[in-house]
């Protein structure tokens, strides 16, 4: 094997097959390469400018169009090859330079649990999903054929125009094991079992066979492109870097995207602080649609299983950012419980006024609570709870909001609430005085607040959407109210 020019590779010279096999440098493209002299003979043997003495690339290997099956395999070759420069990181996806301030979207670690506010999680057949402590990760496991564990994160993350989105997921044990597919990136699918329709996103593969990154669209593959064909480092010690990949130990995947619909998509490992982009891929001037249906997309990691043996699947950290600042530029829109009180009658028992949750066909909309005010106009004190995903008596029936993605539903005196987990809460005074309420009570009294809480609407991998209610308690028993709520709609 001998050197190519200086410090930038070697080559393997099969006269009989007329091919030229490159290593350690990733040629992207046949114009890389300029003309080659056989120094034993003193003849060119590829000049893209001569008749009969050009060639085709594939995965590294020049196959020539000029006949050297008299050389010898020894022969010396003058090579000298065009390095592309280094897709760096220095610059975001839309090649502006990169500064500290990150916006984080979503941020999740398992330090103690399985992030279950955050995370769904679907198990079947014997599959299982375990979480460790010790090694602050939930480690994913199929024993049998037709088993598969999938996590995904139940709120989508918002991508804004303009700005590049940026990916890190950090995982160990994609290595291939006979007859199981592992999965982990930013995507969707469709809400029915076995969750393998209408991919949409973008994603890390092991198949069992092959490594490969995939882009999806409803469905439609776009992209699926295998180790040896990435186009930056191939990352098998062959590439740019001279980095082997080594799937079985722990790693950092990082990728960011500029989308627009058509923009592009880089793919990088972390390794020793540095990053090493080892493929991109190119949608504007190149496909007639958008890449994927949604910027809009989960986090997911999934393992499955199609035959005899096992598999392990173990996730640790991810993290969503936009670089730069998100500009709150989404529709703010509001609901209320009209001119008809709420009566809250027992100091037993918690009442939904107003509950939110997202259309069906809206799930990758962020919706933001921003505030709410509640006005009692009876003389009874009160707690106000705002309550995620609680048990509501009755019935609490969601509509549409007019030009929004969202539903409400407002309650009723039989709308009791139990369960759920209370994510916001404050106290309330009554009205005060006389004369000036309904019933004689006096001035009502009105609470207000703001919320900010990571917690948002999302649903569950089988479509089961998020509730979050507003609920009073009152302190003392016959407690008017009306309530209203302000949100924020990020598309």
């Given at each position: 094997?001998a050197?190519?020019?200086?410090?930038?590779?070697?080559?393997?010279?099969?006269?009989?097959?007329?091919?030229?096999?490159?290593?350690?440098?990733?040629?992207?493209?046949?114009?890389?390469?300029?003309?080659?002299?056989?120094?034993?003979?003193?003849?060119?043997?590829?000049n893209?400018?001569?008749?009969?003495?050009?060639?085709?690339?594939?995965?590294?290997?020049?196959?020539?169009?000029?006949?050297?099956?008299?050389?010898?395999?020894?022969?010396?070759?003058?090579?000298?090859?065009?390095?592309?420069?280094?897709?760096?990181?220095?610059?975001?996806?839309?090649?502006?330079?990169?500064?500290?301030?990150?916006?984080?979207?979503?941020?999740?670690k398992?330090?103690?649990?399985?992030?279950?506010?955050?995370?769904?999680?679907?198990?079947?057949?014997?599959?299982?999903?375990?979480?460790?402590?010790s090694?602050?990760?939930?480690?994913?496991?199929?024993?049998?054929?037709?088993?598969?564990?999938?996590?995904?994160?139940?709120?989508?993350?918002?991508?804004?125009?303009?700005?590049?989105?940026?990916?890190?997921?950090?995982?160990s044990?994609?290595?291939?094991?006979?007859n199981?597919?592992?999965?982990?990136?930013?995507?969707?699918?469709?809400?029915?079992?076995?969750?393998?329709?209408?991919?949409?996103?973008?994603?890390?593969?092991?198949?069992?066979?092959?490594?490969?990154?995939?882009?999806?669209?409803?469905g439609?593959?776009?992209?699926?492109?295998?180790?040896?064909?990435?186009?930056?480092?191939?990352?098998?010690?062959?590439?740019?870097?001279?980095?082997?990949?080594?799937?079985?130990?722990?790693?950092?995947?990082?990728?960011?995207?500029?989308?627009?619909?058509?923009?592009g998509?880089?793919?990088?490992?972390?390794?020793d602080?540095?990053?090493?982009?080892?493929?991109?891929?190119?949608?504007?001037?190149?496909?007639?649609?958008?890449?994927?249906?949604?910027?809009?997309?989960?986090?997911?990691?999934?393992?499955?299983?199609?035959?005899?043996?096992?598999?392990?699947?173990?996730?640790?950290?991810?993290?969503?950012?936009?670089?730069?600042?998100?500009?709150?530029?989404?529709?703010?829109?509001?609901?209320?419980?009209?001119?008809?009180?709420?009566?809250?009658?027992?100091?037993?028992?918690?009442?939904?006024?107003?509950?939110i949750?997202?259309?069906?066909?809206?799930?990758?909309?962020v919706?933001?609570?921003?505030?709410y005010?509640?006005?009692?106009?009876?003389?009874?004190?009160?707690?106000?709870?705002?309550?995620?995903?609680?048990?509501?008596?009755?019935?609490?029936?969601?509509?549409?909001?007019?030009?929004?993605?969202?539903?409400?539903?407002?309650?009723?005196?039989?709308?009791?609430?139990?369960?759920?987990?209370?994510?916001?809460?404050?106290?309330?005074?009554?009205?005060?005085?006389?004369?000036?309420?309904?019933?004689?009570?006096?001035?009502?009294?009105?609470?207000?607040?703001?919320?900010?809480?990571?917690?948002?609407?999302?649903?569950?991998?089988?479509?089961?959407?998020?509730?979050?209610?507003?609920?009073?308690?009152?302190?003392?028993?016959?407690?008017?109210?009306?309530?209203?709520?302000?949100?924020?709609?990020?598309?």
């Amino acid at each position: 094997m001998a050197q190519i020019g200086v410090d930038l590779g070697s080559y393997t010279f099969d006269a009989s097959a007329k091919t030229i096999t490159f290593s350690g440098v990733t040629i992207q493209s046949i114009e890389q390469i300029k003309p080659i002299v056989n120094g034993e003979r003193a003849v060119v043997i590829f000049n893209p400018a001569e008749s009969g003495k050009f060639g085709s690339l594939s995965n590294n290997v020049l196959t020539l169009d000029f006949d050297t099956t008299s050389y010898a395999d020894t022969d010396a070759l003058y090579i000298c090859i065009k390095e592309e420069a280094k897709e760096p990181f220095s610059v975001d996806a839309f090649g502006r330079s990169r500064v500290s301030e990150l916006t984080t979207l979503i941020d999740i670690k398992h330090l103690y649990d399985k992030q279950p506010l955050l995370v769904d999680e679907v198990l079947n057949g014997t599959a299982t999903s375990v979480h460790s402590t010790s090694t602050s990760s939930v480690e994913m496991s199929t024993v049998a054929s037709g088993d598969y564990a999938i996590r995904q994160t139940k709120q989508r993350l918002n991508y804004q125009n303009g700005k590049s989105q940026l990916i890190l997921q950090t995982f160990s044990g994609l290595d291939h094991e006979a007859n199981v597919t592992k999965r982990i990136g930013y995507f969707s699918s469709s809400s029915t079992a076995p969750y393998t329709a209408s991919l949409d996103g973008i994603f890390l593969q092991s198949d069992g066979t092959n490594y490969s990154i995939n882009v999806y669209r409803e469905g439609t593959q776009v992209f699926s492109v295998n180790q040896s064909s990435w186009n930056l480092d191939t990352m098998d010690g062959n590439g740019a870097s001279g980095i082997n990949i080594d799937f079985s130990k722990s790693q950092i995947l990082a990728y960011d995207f500029e989308w627009l619909g058509v923009g592009g998509i880089r793919f990088a490992f972390v390794i020793d602080n540095k990053f090493y982009y080892f493929h991109k891929t190119k949608n504007s001037n190149v496909n007639a649609d958008v890449y994927m249906a949604s910027p809009n997309q989960p986090l997911r990691w999934e393992i499955r299983q199609t035959g005899t043996g096992s598999g392990n699947l173990k996730t640790i950290c991810s993290t969503v950012s936009s670089e730069g600042a998100i500009n709150q530029v989404g529709r703010v829109l509001s609901a209320n419980t009209g001119t008809t009180a709420l009566t809250a009658s027992s100091s037993s028992n918690t009442y939904a006024c107003i509950g939110i949750r997202l259309k069906a066909a809206n799930l990758d909309t962020v919706v933001s609570l921003l505030d709410y005010a509640i006005l009692a106009t009876t003389s009874d004190n009160y707690l106000f709870e705002i309550i995620y995903n609680p048990t509501v008596a009755g019935t609490f029936t969601y509509s549409d909001v007019n030009d929004s993605s969202v539903q409400i539903a407002t309650g009723a005196t039989a709308n009791t609430v139990t369960g759920g987990t209370v994510i916001f809460s404050s106290y309330g005074t009554g009205a005060t005085g006389g004369g000036g309420g309904p019933g004689g009570q006096g001035a009502g009294s009105v609470a207000q607040s703001s919320i900010d809480n990571a917690i948002r609407l999302g649903a569950e991998l089988d479509g089961t959407r998020d509730e979050i209610v507003l609920t009073v308690t009152p302190l003392t028993n016959g407690l008017d109210v009306y309530t209203s709520i302000n949100w924020r709609e990020l598309i």
